[in-house]
């Protein structure tokens, strides 16, 4: 297990305890690729100068630079879903 197994089967086994493992190990894989791909999809969206072209993000980035290296606190107000964190 410690080299990268999967899994292991006991003896005496049952096919059909082969059967589950090995669904489980293709489900497995599949999440896998369909998170590797997924992941590729999002690197686009979270590219800064795609979010920064727009002339209102860009004044939200200039007032954002003028406030980072103070100790102030600061209130981020918008509407549900746009990000704020």
Not at 18 to 25: D, G, T
Not at 46 to 74: F, G, H, N, Y
């Amino acid at each position: 297990m410690k080299d990268g197994a999967f899994d292991y089967i006991q003896k005496p086994f049952k096919p059909r305890e082969i059967l589950k493992l090995v669904r489980k190990a293709l489900e497995k894989q599949t999440l896998v690729l369909e998170n590797r791909m997924l992941q590729e999809k999002i690197k686009d969206y979270q590219r800064p100068d795609k979010i920064s072209a727009q002339p209102a993000m860009k004044r939200v980035l200039e007032i954002v630079a003028q406030v980072a290296p103070s100790s102030a606190t600061v209130l981020i107000q918008g509407e549900s879903g746009t990000g704020r964190r």
